[in-house]
């Protein structure tokens, strides 16, 4: 059913429960499991990194990005096929970008909780599935019990 699985990951701490979801299904179908992050500079972004110019924070963003999905591949026991990618740009267009280029089957992305600016603006995940060329599953994280 499914042949190139897009793990879409950010860092956060639900990558995780996504990295493994993703993990089960590419392995289930047998199908490649391709990790990406978008490099988008968040608010929080340390003072000092702030020194940077623009290019050479991207730089850094792109080379620690491309460092956890490494982390991440190398954790696949037995390895399974696949690219990690990382790109700069708005997260949901990448993440659609490049499902697109992959041709992906299924993007597996991680939901998060509705903020003010969320409700106005929607999620990176609600927009992957309004404009994905593929299936998405959107992976929460357990109830609380």
């Not at 391709?34 to 990194?49: K, Q, S």
């Not at 020194?51 to 991207?58: I, R, Y």
């Not at 992959?102 to 992957?128: E, K, N, Q």
Request: proline content about 6%; some cysteine.
């Amino acid at each position: 059913m499914y042949k190139q699985v897009l793990a879409a990951l950010d860092g956060s701490p639900r990558t995780e429960l996504v990295f493994r979801h993703a993990e089960q299904l590419a392995r289930m179908y047998g199908a490649a499991l391709h990790l990406c992050r978008a490099i988008n500079v968040p608010a929080g972004v340390p003072i000092e990194a702030w020194a940077l110019s623009g290019v050479e924070l991207s730089e850094k963003l792109t080379e620690d990005a491309h460092s956890d999905l490494a982390a991440l591949r190398g954790r696949l026991s037995p390895p399974l096929p696949g690219r990690d990618l990382v790109r700069v740009g708005r997260p949901a267009q990448v993440i659609c970008d490049l499902a697109d280029e992959l041709a992906c089957d299924l993007v597996v992305i991680g939901s998060h909780g509705f903020d003010v600016l969320d409700r106005l603006l929607g999620t990176t995940a609600g927009r992957v599935v309004n404009h994905a060329h593929c299936s998405v599953m959107v992976v929460r994280p357990p109830r609380s019990a």
